[in-house]
């Protein structure tokens, strides 16, 4: 996983538990969470420019999922909508990974399925390979990784502990306004009474991102203790700050309304319902050569291989609200199926479709901004920095810090999941979120989401911190010197146009200059496209999902309230942030015409050839 978003460093859980004294512990770095790395607030004035991409035409929500339930099954990518020769590519992307210096995982498996079929699944590297951190195990001890090797899912277990709180929900156990103080009293410690379950599931519940409870407290009872009892960083439900406590807390009522333990009550009302005979807390040492090993803590001398790599979810017994449980990606993909068969996967029904709903549906835009994290109750929405080229408002749901992710698509029906152990043998070589982004642009280039009518234009943003521009000049007559034929209309920039643009991060602008480059005004324009409703460029700044649709785009050529005359220098620049995101803009036939006359047209050859390309490509 990126570096910027490595967290603490220390004792293993494993020690602990065999300590009979207390052991001073390394100094725990600070908690930044799985979810996406840090980046600053986007420029305001690109926040305000970004379009408004929503309800995207008069259609269904793509979470409306009734009356599904399909079951998973192998089949070949054209069936399902996906271009095998483009699939083709995902052992090579995996492949580079392993090959990384320093190596981004271990090992890793990969899954793709789209309407219910499995059309690649994929294993490469090793479930097992070192010793520690420096030195690796004789190779007669390595362990490839297949693809039915059991992974810590890490932070993807808050997606069980989120379905198991809305099947109570359900149920008339809990609401989601409930405080959570109703059901645990000790969580109403330091000012928390008034905190509720929702803001618990969507991360503004106030809590901080992470406390220590694996060393700072002897032992169950007082490490919960301290996780309910945790003083708030700010008041609920004014700011989103990802944090493991609440989901703790969150097991802990699942725990008290069932009268289960969190894995009992997964198990019984989840996994085994669905099949999912590999999915578990705290696998049997008997699995231990199928799961993939994590992370060597050389201050302990201890490898973790076979329990949770999470400190706080061992020192809790392996089961907790936020990390703990295992799987393949052949079981995980039956849990995404589920969500896309609206809460049915064949006659197990897990979920109402209403409430597969209401979890996928943003519920922090209002906190967080343009451009800020989005969150249902429990899924992570709309995260670029893995869900990449499959991004839209309604692409769901979590990565792990260990190396694992899951992606589901409800516009495709699609699920891709990448499983790893970035954190073998350690978590500073780890940066998986760069093979994640890869793994899921692949698909969707697989899947088509790039119209094919604009493939053979130019695109732009595919590359880091860069700008990229597309240029060409056009000579533009007076008013007096038009031929009238479309009289008042003035000359107009028309474009065919693609935009998957990291929202309010990666963005393409349109601009005009009548100075020889000297100085660029933005040019306002429309775009349109069938059965959608059109969507306003009021300063000339297009960045977001762009509803995966094939846009015509038309610029009036205008300074003021008067047109352009003379010649024109016309400029599409894509600027990209420091972690590229989406698929990038793309641009098919580009016109200029005033009224009936065309003064520009590139699909014309003589006018094609005078477009310049700095960092744009021509074709696929």
């Known amino acids: 996983m990126d570096p910027q978003i490595t967290r603490r460093t220390g004792l293993t859980a494993t020690a602990l538990a065999a300590a009979t004294t207390v052991v001073a512990a390394p100094v725990a770095a600070s908690a930044k969470g799985d979810p996406a790395p840090h980046k600053g607030k986007p420029a305001a004035s690109t926040a305000r420019a970004a379009p408004s991409w929503r309800p995207g035409g008069p259609h269904p929500h793509p979470w409306d999922r009734r009356g599904s339930g399909k079951t998973l099954r192998e089949t ?9 020769e483009t699939l083709e590519a995902l052992p090579g992307i995996i ?8 190596p981004r995982f271990s090992g890793a498996s990969v899954l793709v399925a789209s309407q219910a079929g499995i059309a690649i699944e994929h294993a490469d590297g090793y479930a097992l390979r070192w010793k520690d ?7 007669a001890q390595w362990l490839p990784a297949r693809t039915d090797t059991i992974y810590d899912l890490a932070s993807i277990s808050k997606i069980f502990t989120a379905t198991s709180v809305m099947q109570l929900v359900e149920q008339g156990a809990l609401s989601l306004q409930d405080t959570v103080a109703s059901h645990l009293p000790r969580f109403a410690e330091n000012g928390k009474e008034q905190v509720t379950v929702q803001q618990l599931l969507t991360h503004v519940g106030g809590l901080p991102a992470f406390i220590n409870l694996y060393s700072a407290h002897p032992d169950v009872p007082s490490r919960v203790d301290a996780a309910l009892t945790v003083a708030p960083k700010t008041p609920p439900g004014v700011a989103y700050v ?4 609440g989901l703790i807390a969150l097991g802990l009522v699942v725990e008290k309304l069932s009268g289960q333990s969190l894995d009992e009550y997964v198990r019984e009302h989840i996994t085994d319902p669905l099949g999912m005979a590999d999915t578990m807390y705290n696998p049997p040492a008997e699995l231990r050569d199928r799961i993939a090993a994590t992370e060597y803590i050389e201050y302990y001398g201890e490898l973790v291989h076979g329990h949770v790599h999470d400190e706080n979810a061992y020192s809790l017994g392996g089961v907790a609200g936020h990390a703990g449980v295992f799987s393949t990606a052949r079981d995980l ?17 897990i979920l109402e479709a209403a409430t597969v709903q209401d979890m996928f549906t943003d519920r ?19 995260a670029w920095y893995y869900h990449a080229g499959l991004t839209s408002p309604y692409s769901g749901t979590h990565t792990g810090f260990t190396g694992t992710s899951l992606v589901i698509d409800p516009l495709t029906d699609t699920i891709v999941i990448m499983l790893a152990n970035s954190v073998h043998p350690t978590r500073e070589w780890s940066s998986t979120s760069a093979t994640r982004r890869e793994v899921s642009t692949c ?15 130019w695109h732009a943003g595919h590359e880091d911190e860069t700008t990229a521009t597309l240029a060409v000049a056009v000579d533009l007559p007076g008013t007096e010197a038009g031929s009238g034929s479309g009289a008042g209309s003035g000359p107009a920039l028309v474009l065919d146009l693609f935009a998957h643009l990291e929202t309010a991060y990666d963005v393409l602008t349109l601009e005009a200059s009548q100075d020889q480059g000297s100085t660029w005004a933005p040019l306002a324009g429309t775009l349109e496209a069938k059965h959608q409703e059109p969507v306003e460029v009021p300063d000339g700044q297009i960045t977001g999902w762009g509803r995966r649709q094939h846009w015509t785009g038309t610029f009036p050529l205008v300074s003021g309230a008067d047109s352009l005359v003379g010649e024109v220098q016309l400029r599409l620049a894509v600027t990209t942030d420091a ?6 803009a793309w641009v098919g036939r580009i016109r200029v015409a005033d009224g009936h006359d065309v003064l520009l047209d590139t699909a014309r050859a003589e006018d094609r050839e005078q477009v310049v390309a700095d960092g744009w490509m021509l074709g696929e």
């Open 364 to 382: 922090i835009g209002e906190i967080t901004g343009v451009g800020g994290a989005r969150r249902g109750l429990g899924p992570e929405l709309e």
């Open 95 to 102: 492949r580079a990974g392993l090959d990384h210096d320093p």
């Open 242 to 245: 990802y944090s493991d406590l």
């Open 76 to 84: 070949d990518p054209g069936s399902v909508g996906l271009d095998a």
């Open 333 to 349: 993909a039956v849990f995404g199926q589920m969500f896309l068969g609206g809460g049915r996967y064949g006659n197990a029904r």
């Open 579 to 584: 972690a590229t995101r989406g698929l990038g």
């Open 133 to 139: 951190a420096t030195a690796q195990l004789p190779e």
């Open 443 to 457: 698909v969707a280039q697989a899947l088509g989401v790039v119209p094919r009518k604009l493939r053979d234009g």
